[in-house]
Structure formats: structure tokens, C-alpha cells
């Protein structure tokens, strides 16, 4: 993802896993949304997870975004959220994400030392900055697969747990109003 955002030439950078599908209005809805909300550092449509058989979940967004979307399910809704990612990663993947050129310039891009969670490491930073906009569009299809990086799903929890705990830890004097207690 690095390597493809020192190519990129747009003002808006959109991410596409090789296993993932972008429905044809993806991009302008994204682009719009950042016209609409130039203050929006990162811009998220829904979608759908899906495996070769089935559809597996029907919407991405957990019950945190789609508790605050007013107008049903094509809103959008632009946030401060940051400490909401602080307790869940509220992207499923990066193939959901648009983000603004300007904003890797003054947060940095991926930690390429971060495997499982590096997306929502890149998260934390958007959101400590900016706010994030959200689409209520399901405009991607996220393709499972036990043999993808990630691992079959009754083993990614734990997988993602314990390198989520080493990246919270090296944000944790980041993070707004944290108190390190010390062991009694």
C-alpha cells in the first residue's frame, strides 16, 4: 500500500484488496462525500462480506455507525470518532476507505512492522486528526477466505487481539484523558 500511494497521483486515495469488489459508484459517492465534507480525513462506504456461496454479513458497519445514521440507509454522516476506534476497529477493510492525499502528509503512512492490525493503527491516527465521513451505501463486496492473511474467523479475534494489544500500547500516550495505572 505504500508503494502504491508514492504512485498515486490523485488528491483522494481509494484502496483495493485483490480479493475485494468495488460496485461502479463506489469512487463517486467517495468523491462527492469529500467535496461535501472537505474536513472529513477519511471517507467509508458500507458493504457486504461474502464468501464464494453466500452472502455472509449483510452490512459491514457495526451497530456504533449505523446508530447514527438519521435518514436510513443511503445517509452519510460525518463524525469525530476516535475513541470509538480506540475500543474496535469500525473498518472492516481498507477496500471500504478513501483517504485524503494531505492527510498521510501530516499523519504518516502504514507501519509496514504492523501485519494484522496496521489498518486500524492507520485509523487511530486519522481519527486523533480528523474527523471521518461515513457513507450508508453498500458499495464493495469484502471477500472471506479461511487462507487469506487474516486466518479463518473463529481464529482472527484472537490473532488480531494479541498484535491489537502491542499497537493500542504504542498509542496509549496518544490517546486523550489515558491514565497509565501502575500494578498494586
Known amino acids: 500500500r ?6 498515486a497521483r ?3 486515495i481509494a484502496f483495493l484488496d485483490g480479493d475485494d469488489v468495488w460496485d461502479a459508484g463506489k469512487i463517486t459517492a467517495q468523491v462527492a462525500a469529500g467535496r461535501r465534507w472537505p474536513e472529513a ?4 462506504v458500507d458493504g457486504e462480506m461474502v ?3 453466500a452472502v455472509l454479513r449483510a452490512s459491514l458497519f457495526g451497530e456504533w455507525i449505523t446508530s447514527r445514521f438519521s435518514e436510513g440507509c443511503d445517509a452519510a454522516l460525518v463524525t469525530d470518532c476516535h475513541e470509538p476506534f480506540v475500543r474496535a476497529c469500525l473498518v472492516t477493510t481498507p477496500s471500504q476507505v478513501m483517504v485524503r492525499r494531505d492527510v498521510f502528509a ?3 503512512t502504514w507501519k509496514e512492522s ?4 496496521g489498518d486500524h493503527e492507520l ?3 486519522i481519527t486523533m486528526r480528523y474527523p471521518v465521513a461515513f457513507i450508508g451505501r453498500r458499495l ?5 477466505a479461511e487462507s487469506s492473511l487474516s486466518g479463518p474467523q473463529s481464529f482472527r479475534a484472537f490473532r488480531w487481539g494479541l498484535e491489537r494489544v502491542a499497537m493500542l500500547r504504542s498509542h496509549r500516550d496518544e490517546i486523550a484523558g489515558h491514565q497509565c495505572e501502575s500494578a498494586a
Open 2 to 7: 505504500n508503494e502504491g500511494l508514492r504512485h
Open 10 to 12: 490523485g488528491s483522494l
Open 41 to 44: 480525513g477519511m471517507i467509508v
Open 51 to 53: 464468501s464464494e456461496e
Open 106 to 108: 501530516s499523519i504518516g
Open 114 to 117: 504492523i501485519w494484522l492490525t
Open 123 to 125: 485509523y487511530l491516527r
Open 140 to 144: 464493495m463486496r469484502y471477500r472471506y
